[in-house]
Each structure stands twice: as structure tokens, then as C-alpha cells.
């Protein structure tokens, strides 16, 4: 009787030492994540508006690595949703006629070549209908991690 509870004290000190010992080690919890909180903390994120240049006035966006869908530097108000019946991006943006020709300021960017199933009759691929599914509009926020990267050769 006496030697078992000599015995199961031992085991608990230990038990409670090696606890100690994972409580020295343990990250805190705002050292987990990105975000500089707690990620027990509710995030209650700023309200943002979209950047409101109407097209035709803004400059193009660097991309975030190459091959990357470039973002969009004007407003969409008024432009989604996006169906297969209705769709304005296509109005400015599928003139496969500006394909290569130099683009001054206020001219739309043509879709690329990888956009079509036929090219020269300007006939979108339907499985890239939907614009803003790659595409998206931007706004002036703080970003919790800057990105350095600079795609090479563009402006
Ligand atoms: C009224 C014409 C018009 C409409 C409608 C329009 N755009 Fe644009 N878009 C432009 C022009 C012009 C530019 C060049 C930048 C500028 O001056 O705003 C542009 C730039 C872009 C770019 C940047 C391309 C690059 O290579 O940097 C993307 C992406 C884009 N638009 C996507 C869209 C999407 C998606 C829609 C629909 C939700 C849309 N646009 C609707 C005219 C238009
Ligand atoms: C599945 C993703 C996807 C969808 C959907 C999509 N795009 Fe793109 N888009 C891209 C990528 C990726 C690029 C970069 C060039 C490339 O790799 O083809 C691009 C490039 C562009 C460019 C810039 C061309 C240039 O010379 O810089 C324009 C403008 C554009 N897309 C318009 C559109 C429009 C308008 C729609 C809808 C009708 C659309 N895209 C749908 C992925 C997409």
C-alpha cells in the first residue's frame, strides 16, 4: 500500500515537471499566424471600398508573379454579376482586332489569344466567361505581409 503510493507520487512529479517543461516551449498565441493578435482573437476586419476609377483612366497593375491574371484598375459597379447571357467585360475587353497593336492610355487591353476558340472571329472561350472568377477589382488596403516581387519587363 505504502510503496504504490510512493511510487504514483513519483509519477505525478514527473508528470507535472515534463508539463512544465511544454509550458517553456509553448509559441504564444499571437506568434502563430500572420495576423500580429491572438488566434483566439474574433478578427474584425476595417471596411474597404473598391478603387472607383471609371475604365479608361487608370494605369495597369504590376502582377503578383508572371503568368499571374492581371488585376483590374478600374471599377466593376455595375458590371457583375457576370452570366453567360450578360456580360460588359466582354464589350471593351474581346477586340481581338487590338491584338499587338500599341495601346495608348484609355484604350482597353484585348483579351489574349489564350481567351479564344477563334481568335479571328473574336469567339471567347465559354469556359472563361466569367471574368472576375480570375480577375478581381482592387482596393487600397494595408497588407498584413508585402510582397517584393517585380514581374520583369512590365510596366
Ligand atoms: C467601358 C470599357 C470597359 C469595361 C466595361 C471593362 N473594362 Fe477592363 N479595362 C478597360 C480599360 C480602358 C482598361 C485599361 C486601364 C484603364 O485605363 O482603366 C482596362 C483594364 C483592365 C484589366 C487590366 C489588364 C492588364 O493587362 O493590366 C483587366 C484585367 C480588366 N480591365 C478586366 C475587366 C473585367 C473583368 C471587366 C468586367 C467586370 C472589365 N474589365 C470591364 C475598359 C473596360
Ligand atoms: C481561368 C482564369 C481566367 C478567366 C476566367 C479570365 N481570364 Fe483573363 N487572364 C487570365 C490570365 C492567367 C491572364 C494572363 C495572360 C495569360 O496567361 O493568358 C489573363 C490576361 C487577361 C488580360 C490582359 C492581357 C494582356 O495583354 O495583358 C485581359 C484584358 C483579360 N485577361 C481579360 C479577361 C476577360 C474580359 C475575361 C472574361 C471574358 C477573362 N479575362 C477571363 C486568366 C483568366
Redesign the pocket.
Known amino acids: 500500500m505504502r510503496k504504490s503510493l510512493i511510487v504514483s507520487l513519483g509519477l505525478a512529479s514527473i508528470v507535472s515537471v515534463s508539463v512544465a517543461a511544454l509550458d517553456d516551449q509553448a509559441i504564444p498565441d499571437d506568434a502563430l499566424g500572420l495576423s500580429k493578435t491572438s488566434v483566439f482573437d474574433i478578427p474584425d476586419p476595417g471596411v474597404f471600398d473598391y478603387h472607383e476609377?471609371d475604365?479608361?483612366?487608370?494605369e495597369?497593375?504590376a502582377t503578383s508573379y508572371h503568368t499571374a491574371p492581371?488585376?483590374?484598375?478600374?471599377h466593376?459597379n455595375d458590371?457583375?454579376p457576370?452570366t453567360r447571357e450578360s456580360n460588359?467585360?466582354k464589350?471593351?475587353?474581346v477586340q481581338p482586332d487590338l491584338l499587338g497593336v500599341k495601346l495608348e492610355p484609355?484604350?482597353?487591353?484585348p483579351a489574349p489569344r489564350s481567351h479564344y476558340v477563334n481568335v479571328k472571329r473574336g469567339q471567347l472561350y465559354m469556359g472563361r466567361y466569367n471574368?472576375?472568377q480570375c480577375?478581381a477589382p482592387q482596393a487600397k488596403v494595408d497588407v498584413l505581409v508585402k510582397s517584393t516581387f517585380k514581374q520583369p519587363g512590365r510596366n
Open positions: 476609377g475604365p479608361g483612366t487608370n495597369r497593375l492581371p488585376m483590374i484598375p478600374h466593376i458590371m457583375v457576370i460588359l467585360c464589350d471593351c475587353h484609355g484604350m482597353p487591353v471574368c472576375v480577375h
